[in-house]
């Protein structure tokens, strides 16, 4: 598998100096704890919002940390949680008078050092709350998580609680708004191919050229079941299949669609996708409010994609389509 690698061990870490010197004005870089922050962080008149998590699933997180968005991302090295003293550290840079909020996908590795990393920053005197995010309909559970895992759905509770933040939200009302959010997000990918991690050099798994995994975790975890390759329409209608019904979503309801890549699907595939899936849901009378088309959790070079769904409401809508400014920019 040919990359633009130097030394594995030190892809990350080069990585996020990428991403500050293309943002000097705006991210600042702290290489001990694999941090990308807010040049302007810590505010005292605001909540820090932080989350960590494994590297490989650019944009998220290191991407997306700015105003309207986080505050600080601390993630571990590809596909593995970020280390009890990068959580505890950046913490500890980032307090705030109005406190942390945690964001913490749902997986063993990211929940231990979120636990642990809260614990010795409250021992200190700073007040932290954690959020989970578990919006993945594919699996109860799995040998990375313990319940669903957190997928693509992760980037709404980002995009909610970071505009709510901006508007003087105080602690408790941002878990709240996370929590409502999590609760209306479901989503479930789908791989045609395996992914390479760079210190791996070989894919994580085998699969078929005429196969797909459905129900993919965003580290290669199995999802419900390998199947015959099907029709973009066919994916699509199997995917919406296993997300409606799990909230369930209803004739009447506004979501917001989401047809996220996982790094190596062309964009073109991606609309493919989004058009079938709109037009399914209009079908069912479910009128989608808001569309995003592209990739915001990947799995490095993995072929395939994710759908998800977010009931709207009013509040919500409002959230979502605040200001935000990150790394990720189009002109």
Do not use: W
Request: glycine share 10%.
């Amino acid at each position: 598998m040919k990359k633009f690698v130097n030394d594995p061990k030190q892809f990350v870490p080069e990585m996020l100096k990428g991403i500050a010197l293309a943002n000097p004005t705006t991210l600042r870089y702290v290489p001990e704890y694999n941090l990308i922050m807010r040049a302007d962080a810590p505010n005292d008149k605001k909540v820090s919002i932080i989350q960590g998590s494994g590297s490989g699933h650019e944009p998220a997180h290191t991407m997306i940390v700015g105003k309207g968005m986080l505050d600080a991302a601390c993630p571990g090295d590809v596909f593995a949680g970020p280390p009890v003293e990068f959580v505890y550290e950046t913490s500890k840079l980032l307090n705030s008078k109005k406190g942390i909020l945690h964001l913490v996908n749902n997986y063993t590795g990211d929940r231990l050092a979120f636990e642990m990393g809260r614990e010795l920053a409250e021992a200190d005197g700073m007040r932290v709350e954690t959020l989970i995010i578990d919006d993945d309909v594919a699996v109860t559970g799995s040998s990375f998580t313990v319940g669903r895992r957190g997928v693509a759905g992760n980037f709404f509770v980002i995009k909610a609680v970071g505009a709510a933040a901006e508007k003087g939200a105080d602690l408790d009302e941002l878990v709240a708004v996370g929590k409502h959010v999590n609760s209306v997000t479901r989503t479930m990918g789908v791989a045609l191919s395996s992914c390479t991690p760079p210190l791996k050099g070989v894919p994580l798994f085998v699969i078929g050229d005429d196969e797909m995994e459905i129900g993919i975790g965003i580290h290669g975890e199995p999802g419900r079941r390998r199947a015959k390759l099907a029709t973009a329409d066919a994916v699509v209608d199997l995917l919406l299949d296993a997300v409606v019904s799990d909230l369930p979503f209803k004739s009447g309801d506004q979501v917001a669609l989401m047809i996220n890549g996982l790094g190596g699907t062309a964009i073109g595939e991606l609309y493919l996708l989004f058009g079938r899936a709109h037009q399914q849901l209009a079908a069912q009378g479910i009128t989608v409010g808001r569309s995003y088309v592209g990739e915001y959790c990947t799995s490095l070079d993995m072929a395939g994609a994710s759908l998800t769904l977010v009931k709207l409401d009013d509040a919500l809508l409002s959230l979502l389509a605040a200001p935000a400014e990150v790394a990720i920019r189009v002109f």
